[in-house]
């Protein structure tokens, strides 16, 4: 079942809902301070998290591939390694054909596979609050433009712990289009004066096959809908309507039909992201994908801090 966040995780300020599920926050947040405890396994391996603190749509499986991408130009061999969920068919095989990918049922069976196979660098899709690994380099994502909702832990907000634990991390990534970057700056800058802040940037690759001059029905069911639309509009494209469905959604021939109708009346072609053209599986020709890569802006500070850690092991 596909589910999308309650509407009040994303307020500036808690709501009243959100102060009543707030005792249940603070429970799950005991529990996870005791599992924290956990003495996590080292590895031969150098081992790097890519994982977020927000609920979703941070741009975990765009960092992923970007730094796999960098580390093959100083021909450091890195794989990918996710644990395997049913509903993430789409991100699996997006890594699969972008590098090695390693899946298992937990993620320390997966690491040891490519142990076994003399891979030098994992790079883990998630998995930040997996404190059954002691990780080399952890990079805690964010969405610009959701950046941390309503402050407050699930269930009274979006996210997976305590907002104050990045004075634990020493690297954050702000993944989006440059939205809200001095005010994002400044919050983390509070919280902890010496962590290191990388920027982000979503570039689409293939803006050749559209028209500026055509309209354009946006639909998409990943986690940063907004962020896809914005990085859309701001390339020139004229979206009339843009419809958001949950993370991960498996989409019914009758919701493709729906889409279908719409652009028909409103004379728009139908664009979406790469991620659901997979959960599509081609079956309508009819609709354009747009493809985006990310830019990292500070490219080298970023992997020096990883190259700086595989030479200490």
């Known amino acids: 079942m596909n589910l999308k966040k309650p509407k009040f995780w994303d307020y500036n300020k808690p709501n009243l809902f959100s102060y009543f599920l707030l005792p249940f926050s603070i429970l799950l947040n005991f529990f996870q301070f005791i599992k924290k405890k956990t003495k996590g396994k080292n590895f031969k391996i150098q081992t790097i998290c890519v994982g977020n603190i927000y609920v979703g749509g941070t741009g975990k499986t765009s960092l992923t591939i970007k730094i796999n991408e960098i580390l093959k130009k100083y021909k450091i061999k890195s794989c990918f390694v996710k644990k395997f ?3 993430q068919k789409d991100e699996q095989k997006i890594l699969s054909n972008k590098g090695k990918l390693f899946l298992g049922l937990n993620r320390i069976d997966a690491v040891n596979q490519a142990i076994n196979e003399n891979y030098e660098i994992a790079i883990l899709d ?9 990780y080399d380099v952890k990079f805690v994502c964010f969405n610009n433009i959701n ?4 402050g407050l832990s699930i269930p009274a907000g979006p996210l997976r712990e305590n907002i104050n634990n990045l004075k634990n991390y020493q690297h954050v990534f702000l993944n989006g289009n440059l939205e809200n970057v001095k005010f994002i700056e400044k919050y983390l800058y509070s919280i902890n004066s010496k962590i290191n802040i990388h920027l982000g940037k979503y570039v689409p690759t293939n803006l050749k096959e559209f028209d500026n001059l055509k309209k354009y029905l946006v639909f998409s069911g990943i986690g940063n809908h907004k962020t896809f639309v914005s990085m859309i509009k701001n390339y020139g494209l004229n979206v009339v309507k843009d419809i958001e469905f949950p993370d991960h959604y498996s989409y019914t021939n009758y919701d493709i039909e729906r889409i279908l109708k719409q652009s028909k009346n409103m004379n728009a072609n139908i664009i979406t992201t790469e991620k659901d053209f997979y959960r599509l599986e081609g079956r309508f020709n009819e609709i354009q994908v747009i493809k985006s890569d990310l830019q990292i802006l500070d490219e080298k500070k970023l992997i020096n801090s990883i190259l700086k850690n595989n030479e200490n092991n």
Do not use: A, F, K, M
Not at 127 to 133: A, P
Not at 147 to 150: L, Q, S
């Open 85 to 87: 969920y049913p509903n």
């Open 126 to 134: 998630d998995g930040l609050q997996d404190y059954s690994i002691n």
């Open 147 to 150: 950046w941390i909702g309503n």
